[in-house]
């Protein structure tokens, strides 16, 4: 998997309920979520995120709560894939589980400034700056991980297993 | 090489006997829980999945606490959502209204987490239960509804921090206060994908109340897990809730720690965390003097019946300041009944705070107390990231159910020994 982007840069310790606020919760369409994504971090960013965009921050992104809602938001928003120093706990196990690329990567959060159009290959783990030319490698996906995302998320790596 | 308690409880659910930190394994769960946010979007996957059946109509736990009672349409639909599948599917364990609490409350109240078990949760605070030496983690709804179908998920077997608490805990400081303290020590990431185990003669004086409040904040710190070994205190907590077998872990004496921290309880203070990181942390005395508009005392960190003893005993005979609104939340109907029989629930009503019925509420900035713009609540809630009670110009502090108390009195953040 390869796609190329444009870059919204956030910071450290960015949690779930700036993400999607619990207030639109009591819903879980991901085109509703999506309007509000990263609403209490960045009110216009709903309005200006386009499909193929991609999301860089600091340590500890999607701190917080164990909603499913904060990467389905995200990937509603149409953003192809987050790119952080690191990944809380729950969020990096949820957006696999859901099929939000992610990847961890500490020179690309430093290097990479908010607009650059950058090029991920997510297999991988290389990550090009197109305006510098730089590259900055993450440690790709482990094994197990690769195969639920090769089925598209963990519902289908399970109906898979099952129907073995 | 030795295991640590939570790689013990790991192994056995994975059928092996020795796991290394960073293996992968496929492990069998004794408790799948979730509530009314998290179920309906397992729920929708659970049907993907088209088993036609769960893995065990027992061991599913269907809690609606969260917008519930039903706040609004939505959430109303949300809540039949689960309630529909926990006919369908006969699941034993749904609490509707009238029995429900929040659900990390309810689980240890109603025996259903137990030493031993491996509990994932679509809720990030089931760390909870690790107070009990149960391995408990918080997952997505996925997770949630792969294991509702087949009673398994994988976990990558995490590394430990041990946390040493040793010395006399001082009049006034709580479990709350000492999880509050680590958080502000290592971080809110400081103990990211790994174990926290919490030990030393402080917590093994410590009631399970108070463990309970410990273990519901590892995620604050992001960690998988906190854990406590099973002790006496353990065992005359569960012995007459478990309705089924358990059993009782502890770390080896020659496990391997990433990092052990050691702490002298015996010189400190409550702690407050202030917006917008509960590692925002700072004793009470240097917090005392900021007004408040609101305090709510509650949640799964501290709704249980020591934290409305302590807050009762403190509002007993005065009146909350009259520019504040207080409002206390009973963790479970239980809870709420025996505050009732020792009179708390009186006490509260008499001084002028409100009293709700068990609802996560306010604490996710749900319903029953939210904040306006520029607004400031104190709350012993576990976190206070920005627009997490309300507005996202509003303010939350965290604390202890005493300092919550005396500062409902005085209309603003106060040391308990000022009051009592
Ligand atoms: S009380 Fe607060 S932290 Fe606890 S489960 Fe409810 S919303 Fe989550």
Redesign the pocket.
Known sequence: MKFTGQVYKFGADIDTDAIIP?RYLNTTDPAELAKHCMEDADPTFPAKVKTGDIIVADKNFGCG?SREHAPIAIKGAGVACVIATSFARIFYRNSINIGLPILECDQAYKAINEGDQVEVDLESGQITNLRTGDTYQAVPFPGFMQDIMAQGGLINYVRHKTSQ | MGMTISQKILAYHAGKEHVDAGELVNCRVDVVLG?DITSPVAIEEFARLGTGEVFDQERIVLVP??FAPNKDIKSAEQAKVVRSFARQYGITNYFEVGQMG???CLLPEQGLALPGDLIIGA???TCTYGALGAFATGVGSTDMAAAMATGEAWFKIPESLKFVYYGKLPRWVSGKDLILHTIGDIGVDGARYMSMEFTGEVIQNLSMDNRLTMA?MAIEAGGKNGIIEPDDITLSYVKERAQRPYNLYKSDPDAVYAEIREYDVSKMEPVVAFPHLPENTRPVSEAAGVSIDQVII????N?RIEDLEIAASLLKGKKVHPEIRVII?P?TQQIYLEAMRKGYIETFIEAGAAVSTP???P??G?HMGILAKGERALAT???NFVGRMGHPESEVYLSSPAVAAASAITGKITPPWEIA
């Open positions: 619990a709560s | 509530n606490d969260h929040i659900e990390h809720d990030s605070h519901n509650g949640s799964c960190t709704g939340f963790g609802t996560c509420g604490c996710l749900g809630t576990n976190r």
